[in-house]
C-alpha cells in the first residue's frame, strides 16, 4: 500500500497480545493481495485487464469496498473517482518531472468517470466498459485495511490499540485511564514533524491528505499526486484536508474528496457525509466543520 503500517497496543505483550498484532498484518497483507492493481494476481488487476472486454466476478469484500467508493463519487460530484488509474504515469513525481502535454491528459481523461464503472449486486462482478479505464484503490483501500484490523482485535477482545497507516490513525479505546489517543496536524508547509494542531481519538480515524506528500516544482509552481480526476491535473483548492470519522474508510476517502474540492465545497461535503473537516486552502486559512472546532487541540495557525 506504499506506506509503513504499526500496530500499538498500550499494555504489557503476551503472546496472545503479539499473535493479535500478527493477525492485523496479516489482514493488511491480505487486503493489499486483493485490492492493489500493481499486483498481477489480484482481482483488481484482473477488473483492469478486462476493460471493455467482460465483467469480472470479485470477492465479496472487494464489491462491498467498490460499491461504497460509487457513494462517495456520487455525494462529491465525482471529486473521488476510483477510475482515476486511467491517469496512471501520466504525472511523475521526482526533481526532474515535468507536467504532460494538455493533449496527453485530454487523451487520457476520456477514460475517466465513475458513473461508468458499472456493479452488479445479483452477480457480484464488476465491469469497466471501455478498453483503458482502470481501477485504482489507493484513496481508500488504506482505511479499509485499519477497519479490518480494528475488527480483527475487537474480536480478540482488545478494545485499546492505535493503527497508524502513514498519514491515517486509527484510535481504538484509551491509551490509558481517561487518556483518549492524541494525533498532530501536519503543518502543511513544515516538516513530518511539524504540526499546528492536534486531535484527541477515541474509536475514531483521523485522515489527511495533502499537497506536500509527493510533488514537484515547476517554473514556480507546484505539481502534487492528488489528481483532479475532472481536470486531469492537480486540484488547486487546497494544501491540505483532514477528516476525522468513526470509519477508517470513510476517512480515507473523504479526505481525498475534500480537498478536490477545497472550500467551501469541502465543507458542504463533509457536512453530507456526517464528518469533521479541517481544510487549509491554497491561500493558507483554515475552514472547518462545526463538529471539527469542538474537537481540536491548537497549537498555532498554520505557518505560511
Not at 493479535?20 to 493489499?32: I, L
Not at 485487464?49 to 465483467?55: D, F, I, L, T, Y
Not at 456526517?274 to 491554497?282: E, F, H, I, S
Request: with cysteine; net charge neutral.
Amino acid at each position: 500500500m506504499g506506506t509503513v503500517m504499526r500496530v500499538t497496543l498500550p499494555t504489557e505483550e503476551t503472546p496472545a497480545l503479539r499473535a493479535a498484532v500478527q493477525a492485523c498484518f496479516a489482514r493488511f497483507e491480505q487486503v493489499d493481495q486483493t485490492m492493489s492493481e500493481w499486483k498481477p494476481g489480484s482481482p483488481v488487476a484482473e477488473l483492469n485487464r478486462q476493460a471493455g472486454r467482460a465483467p469480472v466476478k470479485v470477492p465479496e469484500e472487494l464489491w462491498g469496498l467498490l460499491e461504497t467508493a460509487q457513494r462517495i463519487s456520487a455525494a462529491s460530484n465525482g471529486a473521488f473517482d476510483v477510475t482515476w488509474a486511467a491517469l496512471w504515469g501520466l504525472w511523475q513525481f521526482t526533481d526532474a518531472s515535468r507536467p504532460p502535454s494538455r493533449d496527453d491528459v485530454a487523451s487520457r481523461l476520456q477514460h475517466v468517470g465513475w458513473k461508468r464503472l458499472r456493479l452488479d449486486a445479483k452477480a457480484r462482478t464488476a465491469y469497466l466498459p471501455e478498453r483503458g479505464m482502470a481501477v485504482g484503490l489507493g484513496a481508500i483501500a488504506k482505511g479499509h485495511a485499519l477497519a479490518m484490523a480494528a475488527l480483527e482485535l475487537r474480536s480478540r477482545g482488545i478494545q485499546d490499540f492505535l493503527l497508524d497507516a502513514g498519514g491515517q490513525v486509527y484510535g481504538g479505546g484509551m491509551k490509558g485511564p481517561g487518556q483518549p489517543w492524541k494525533v498532530g496536524i501536519r503543518e502543511p508547509r513544515g516538516g513530518p514533524e511539524d504540526s499546528f494542531a492536534g486531535l484527541a481519538l477515541t474509536d475514531a480515524s483521523i485522515s489527511t491528505s495533502g499537497d506536500y506528500e509527493r510533488f514537484f516544482v515547476a517554473e514556480g509552481v507546484r505539481f502534487h499526486h492528488i489528481i483532479d480526476t475532472r481536470t486531469g491535473s492537480p486540484a488547486r483548492g487546497a494544501r491540505s484536508a483532514t477528516v476525522v470519522a468513526s470509519d477508517p474508510t470513510l476517512a480515507d476517502a473523504c479526505s481525498t474528496a475534500a480537498f478536490v474540492l477545497g472550500a467551501p465545497g469541502g465543507l458542504e461535503f463533509a457536512r453530507k457525509m456526517g464528518v469533521d473537516l479541517l481544510l487549509v486552502d491554497a491561500n493558507n486559512r483554515v475552514h472547518m466543520t462545526p463538529g471539527m472546532k469542538a474537537r481540536l487541540l491548537w497549537s498555532h495557525p498554520p505557518r505560511d
